[in-house]
């Protein structure tokens, strides 16, 4: 098998501070499709095109965040491997039982050094992406607002960034695709991490504030799906934190906002096809500013001061 | 490791009727670098965003079409593996010893029931993309020409498409992606397969002339470069098959045209991503028109009949 | 004043076979919004962003085509003078009474020496493009289908090209922004002719079928609204012509279609600005595929001989 | 005539501060083509795609700015009308020679109650765009750099915005298309002036700096042309002033940034078109966030103090 082991974010539980608000939001701004909610109260999403039941469930709290990281794996064999390589990696796992999430089997839960609750889980109902599996023609008309592709990557902070690295380089099979190095020039001040052929699938800042939340990313078609996003913004009078523009770093276009409960997500298109045999880029500190906004060439300060 | 065995197609080797004039077609049309010619009087080519040394090799000969289509795989332990379970599989093998070709490590090479002849490699020399692996920016003038990403895919035409497929998907780690079925419904028409998360890294289509190429394709970055890349070849005066037009199978928008040898190449951007958890596409046989082109909703007679 | 005479195409009344199934076609397919009907059974439409209360006009008829094409003037006196303009030149005129049209000014109406009948007219109901005067937005969700920006211009037919030509020139104000020349060198085949900054406002092309439509146009937003509008006509079924391709002549991205009657039309973006000050660009016989298909490079049959 | 008066923006005359810097940056920045120099060592540049044969003059000086703003219109005779009308309304004119600009004839010189100085002429040298007058093509590779259209608009400042404003609508034809209001809702701060069917062919801004440039701009062909300028920009650090983003006046996408005199000029594509009956749209005062910077609602300090 070509791309085994850990595919791809698969869900994310999200905190929300008023869910009735953030239902409206997902669904008419963000434009993803509700899918239901349990009996806890949690409200499921996917976007329009993804197959999977779901990828985004929201939580209603008193504090915004993320909850947990979902990435999706190829089999059972695989979870059973991996909940045996990170025990080996001295990594705690706990399982979580099918059913306890719609549509979702079995989950195994381990927290990485940075704080972050992650799970690996290997099935999830395919309810299809509303084309069908036979004779499927092309999405016209998207359920309006952004309506990204898919939940593409997380950006999130912790103080112990080698840790997690670590341990999603030498247990999870993620390569190292760009990094940021800070000004002694050996340290890992940020890391993008991939476990297929983008060029991220996860990011890791260094941050004294653990298990925070930079953002949740979702992909657009193409640069003018991303004018298109920044239109419906404004238009809604969503929070804006910057674009449209470029990242150096992925080479990727985008837009960075905030939902209603103040958790920063990017909406972008593009960014090269990573693969394992390539080296990773490096960003030196004094270039930080073009490494993250290639246009702007600075950072502002909301971008590096909030997290949730 | 979450992306493993048989990366992507890394190279091949295309015979050409007259090589200085497709030195000039693929360095001044298509766009690419050219990156130098070997002993035996082959010359090399790569795309500006490759990192490896080259993706097209260029053999002058009396008849059109292509020698090999070369995959890179991961490693010289996977290398190794695969060596050992083609074998085992019943497919004979072959080594070219390392330097027979530019800038390239050892290869792997067998026949595929199609005729194909295929090889695998894990090493080839980082030339790298021309913007350095340290505070790389983004290119903003490329060579001229249609200017592609990088060499993609190819779409080739053999009886046995079954025994490829199987060989593909059994020993190679492919998946299918999506399938063109015969009248019969059951009977594969053709095959896109995928080793990695594109919607195809090759191509087989039933077709009585055995190891036949249909076309080698080039990835764009976007719609407005299919344009930019159509605008080209009539600029140039290049013999258009067909396009700009949209793709149902993998819903990427694409350009067929013909080199000087008359051998078919693309040009196309998108199509979605594809992960081995997804359920192939199916298309019938009196959709076949949709399924490849999806603007006309019908093949034209070139279309279907040339091959080189 | 800079711009006055003439200012642009504002409407056009189609025949239709089937009222229903156009009134379907152009709210759903084209997108356009639908305006009402008056007590002859003719239906209006507008496109979201136009202002003036409609553009199209649809009669239910035996056999499709135009009944006629309306130019909006600057003003009353303006009307009035290219009345007696008209007159002088030998075009007779007659006027058709406020209102006899939905929210429109009384009309003049003539008839050019290709058969065809057009109007001028100064006065339409202004309902806006629901956007607002104050403090207007940017449109997110339009009204569905392939929502084009506005009526454009006409390619139509007859054998006085020349007279239809010299009317428009001399009386009109218009003037030739390219032309396709015959055989000979000398005679006009087909001219593209401006009243304002358009590369065309309307278009004559000649032919012994006097009185006949090529196509109505419409213009969209960009290169990606014209993959849009491709996939849309998948989608919906529409018989397809030609495109996405782009003109060599206006240098435009266009699709050519039918309606369900059988009338063609155009979705079209791009085209360059025209001042009067421009010298035509000419087009000789032997690059008329070039001059209309710029990526093809030849013309297909139907688009030659179909008209209505 | 349709387009008759004033054409259009047809040259401004540039001080910078350092000439063999801003050849470079107006030849391998912006992407013009430099077309010579006269004996006052002013050097003149084009765009590619302008036939006339300048449209900048550089003129090396101590301080930044702009000399004067000319604008093309349609011949001789309508030169003398407006220099009747210019002096009835209490305008004095002078004429300059025709020879003392490269490659144009004589001008009609004014200053407008903002202080600036405006030009008209109506003759100059139609070199072409390079692609001809029979059979052109499509240029399919650009100059490099930005490579814009044409020269497209001003934004100027002045106390007496109200004396220009009246004297450009009075006498030169020009149409208010959108305006700015004070706090008291009925001053104007800001209005955009059309001599065509352009959203803006000039813009005053009320500002007590009399004869100051806010911005010279510079039309593009579409968004993904404006993130390349971007790139551009980024790859060869010109000072960004905002961008890319989209306009609520005009709805124009752009972006902002200097040129090594600190000249601000713009770069965009779109904005729809504009006729003389169209209604103007008016923004509040508490709307001007929107109005200038559509997506992020607000301005920033810099692109509402610098001029030059």
Redesign the interface.
């Known amino acids: 098998?070509?791309?085994?082991?850990?595919?791809?974010p698969g869900h994310c539980q999200l905190r929300v501070l008023d869910m009735q608000e953030s239902v409206d939001f997902y669904s008419n701004v963000m434009g993803l499709v509700h899918m239901g909610s349990d009996d806890q109260g949690r409200e499921y999403f996917k976007t329009a095109?993804e197959?999977d039941h779901h990828s985004l469930i929201l939580r209603e709290a008193d504090q915004a965040g993320m909850d947990f990281y979902g990435f999706?794996v190829?089999d059972k064999q695989t979870l059973e491997q991996l909940d045996a390589d990170l025990n080996a990696y001295g990594v705690k796992t706990e399982r979580i039982a099918a059913g306890e999430m719609l549509a979702t089997g079995e989950r195994l839960r381990f927290t990485a050094p940075t704080g972050h609750v992650f799970e690996l889980y290997?099935q999830r109902e395919?309810v299809g992406d509303g084309l069908g599996?036979?004779?499927?023609?092309?999405r016209?008309?998207g359920p309006?607002g952004i309506c990204p592709?898919?939940l593409d990557h997380w950006q999130i902070h912790g103080a112990d960034l080698d840790g997690s690295r670590d341990l999603f380089c030498n247990v999870?099979?993620?390569?190292v695709v760009e990094r940021i190095k800070a000004e002694d020039g050996e340290t890992d001040l940020a890391v993008w991490l991939?476990?297929?052929?983008?060029a991220h699938d996860i990011a890791f800042v260094r941050d004294e504030r653990n298990n925070t939340l930079h953002h949740a990313a979702y992909l657009l078609?193409?640069?003018?799906r991303v004018?298109?996003a920044?239109?419906?913004?404004?238009?809604k009078d969503v929070a804006?934190d910057i674009?449209?523009?470029?990242h150096?770093i992925t080479?990727g276009?985008t837009i960075y906002a905030f939902d209603p409960s103040g958790n920063r997500f990017e909406t972008f298109s593009?960014g090269?096809?990573f693969?394992?045999?390539?080296?990773?880029?490096?960003?030196?500190y004094d270039?930080m500013g073009?490494?993250i906004f290639?246009?702007?060439?600075e950072l502002n300060e909301r971008f590096l001061t909030v997290v949730t």
Do not use: I
């Open positions: 098998m070509a791309m085994t082991g850990v595919l791809r095109d197959r999706k190829l290997y395919d599996y036979v004779n499927p023609g092309v016209v008309d309006g592709v898919r999870l099979g993620f390569k991939s476990c297929s052929t983008k078609e193409s640069w003018e004018l298109h920044a239109d419906v913004m404004a238009a804006l674009g449209p523009l470029r150096g080479k276009k593009g090269y096809d693969y394992p045999d390539m080296k990773p880029l490096v960003w030196t270039q073009s490494a290639y246009h702007t060439r």
